[in-house]
């Protein structure tokens, strides 16, 4: 939405710098913004609802578009209709002052064959001209930290885990600062990744032993130290490292989700 009337400035220190104008967006902190937002989400979704037969939901129900904050979701059982679809919330995007970024989205089209949902690689769909990327069964896509394929959630990995540890072993510091980067940056780092219902306990089990083998590196501790020493709370005379094994299940208890896979 355009706000051509809005500037801001950057402060660093005791300099401050020219105005700068703000041509795109809303104000971020403005109580009106959300609102006026979310009035225009609401004629559009209302439009397109009504417009188009859409994709079939459970016990006979139909959608064509949903919005989760400034995402769209667009369903539907005919390919016919995704142009038509696209182009609509486009024009109506742009009139508005917002845009749509092809880069940004991704299609997943499949069929039915043997009762099973197989992705189709060679339909492709555009915005103004520029291709909308495919998901298929080899290219995933990154949303809100999580890896979707054409199955849907794909199965979390810690095989960034062992690179971070090394990059900290590398490091020239001292364990204890070793440690205070393992649990205030490497650990919540994984943590959300791993807040997955297709987590398994092998992933989490791998992931603890990774971490306590490097915090034994940074101490030079003897292989056979007690897992007990390593996570421990501070003050009962451990080192305080979250256990992935017991936090991850723990955060599945207050979610209406499934609890890791073994």
Excluded at 15 to 34: F, K
Excluded at 154 to 159: A, D
Excluded at 179 to 185: A, D, E, P
């Amino acid at each position: 939405m355009a706000t051509f009337d809005a500037s801001t400035s950057i402060k660093v220190g005791s300099e401050v710098s020219r105005r700068i104008g703000i041509r795109r967006g809303v104000r971020q902190g403005d109580p009106l913004s959300p609102i006026l937002f979310n009035i225009c989400m609401d004629e559009l979704l209302e439009r397109v609802n009504e417009k188009y037969q859409g994709g079939s939901l459970p016990h006979g129900e139909r959608n064509t578009i949903m919005a989760f904050a400034d995402d769209l979701i667009i369903t539907t059982d005919r390919d016919i209709e995704v142009p038509l679809i696209l182009e609509d919330v486009s024009s109506f995007l742009e009139r508005r002052g917002m845009a749509v970024n092809p880069a940004k989205c991704r299609a997943l089209t499949a069929g039915v064959v043997g009762g099973r949902s197989v992705p189709r690689m060679r339909v492709n769909f555009t915005i103004n001209g520029k291709p909308i990327p495919n998901v298929d069964a080899f290219n995933a896509f990154r949303y809100l930290g999580h890896e979707f394929g054409h199955k849907g959630v794909e199965k979390p990995t810690i095989l960034n885990l062992a690179a971070w540890l090394q990059n900290i072993k590398k490091a020239p510091l001292k364990p204890d600062q070793k440690l205070t980067l393992l649990k205030q940056f490497v650990i919540p780092k994984l943590l959300y990744g791993l807040q997955n219902p297709k987590v398994t306990t092998r992933t989490l089990r791998d992931g603890d032993r990774l971490i306590r083998k490097a915090v034994k590196g940074f101490y030079h501790l003897n292989a056979h130290t007690p897992d007990a020493l390593i996570h421990a709370c501070v003050r009962d005379g451990g080192l305080g490292v979250l256990e992935l094994k017991r936090a991850i299940p723990r955060i599945f208890l207050g979610r209406p989700c499934a609890v890791p896979d073994d």
